[in-house]
């Protein structure tokens, strides 16, 4: 029995429209436009991607963006002193400074300086600690637009076993603690964990987020899992993939995130739901 492909485009888009629906009733309203200011150091390919796709995500949703590009040998402080610019400026309620960074500068410091109101990653301390009481202010993007993805497909987290692959502080952290808090059962598999493929047979719902090609085959999958593909891969040919051996897993699994098409486009959709958000609380009650 093959699964049905959770379409992240397709859910993107509604969710994007509703977004689009909300940004013009808070222009109508208060004269607010969202604005989101990118930042990018440095001629990393995929993270220009990955801006480009943020700007013209802004665009369509009729946000205000800016990106900023500086080269790769800018100096630490003076990419701070250019987000210290963008806090001051009332058009941009968003700033995103794309990783990963240079090595001459200090990836903390960075997310420390953007104000906590305005990090629409969801990466500053106070942020990650909001959310780790259950207060958000905002949610990080790709764990955010994977809950979003569940519920919206109508797939139950309550009382499941979830197993999350991988424990970055940008995915994997982020992703056990919301499955937890949406009372799933939740075990975290690392590079140091002994027997993942045993844990991950167990899972109703398994994340994977470990960046390597493949790295989920089929006989570590139970039948009928949930299967949630975060990696962003190139294979042996080039070609862009997940960390899911896609065809054989398919084939068991009840649900399953494609790459491309899968939790990618989730990642934006939530980034300019948090810009909405951010300029949604600078309306003033009239």
């Known amino acids: 029995m093959a699964a049905k492909i959770i379409d992240g485009k397709r859910i993107a888009a509604a969710v994007r429209e509703e977004i689009r629906t909300r940004a013009a009733a808070l222009t109508e309203r208060s004269g607010i436009v969202p604005g989101l200011a990118v930042?990018?150091?440095?001629?990393?390919?995929?993270?220009q991607v990955y801006v480009r796709n943020k700007k013209r995500a802004c665009e369509e949703a009729g946000f205000y963006s800016v990106v900023i590009e500086m080269p790769g040998d800018t100096p630490q402080n003076a990419l701070l002193d250019k987000i210290e610019e963008l806090t001051e400026d009332p058009k941009i309620h968003g700033i995103l400074v794309q990783l990963p960074l240079p090595p001459q500068i200090d990836e903390r410091a960075v997310i420390a300086a953007i104000p906590p109101?305005?990090?629409?990653?969801?990466?500053?301390?106070?942020?990650?600690?909001?959310?780790?009481?259950?207060?958000?202010?905002?949610?990080?993007?790709t764990p955010a637009g994977i809950m979003k993805m569940l519920e919206l497909e109508g797939i139950p987290v309550e009382g499941k076993d979830c197993v999350v692959i991988g424990r970055s502080n940008i995915v994997g952290k982020p992703m056990a603690m919301l499955l937890m808090?949406?009372?799933g059962t939740v075990t975290v598999c690392h590079s140091r964990t002994k027997n993942t493929e045993e844990i991950a047979r167990r899972a109703d719902i398994l994340v994977c987020a470990v960046g390597r090609a493949g790295f989920l085959t089929a006989d570590m999958v139970k039948e009928g899992a949930v299967v949630i593909?975060?990696?962003?891969?190139?294979?042996?040919?080039?070609k862009l993939c997940g960390d899911v051996d896609f065809e054989a897993v398919s084939q068991k699994a009840s649900y399953i995130t494609p790459v491309p098409g899968g939790v990618g486009v989730m990642t934006i959709t939530m980034l300019l739901e948090n810009t909405l958000r951010a300029a949604e609380s600078h309306e003033t009650v009239h």
Not at 39 to 47: H, L
Not at 120 to 141: I, K, Q, T
Not at 229 to 238: K, L, P, T, Y
């Open 229 to 238: 593909d975060v990696g962003m891969n190139r294979n042996a040919e080039g």
């Open 39 to 47: 930042v990018i150091v440095g001629e990393n390919p995929a993270s």
């Open 181 to 183: 808090q949406a009372n």
């Open 117 to 141: 109101d305005k990090d629409v990653d969801a990466f500053h301390p106070e942020n990650v600690g909001r959310m780790m009481l259950g207060e958000p202010r905002f949610l990080p993007c």
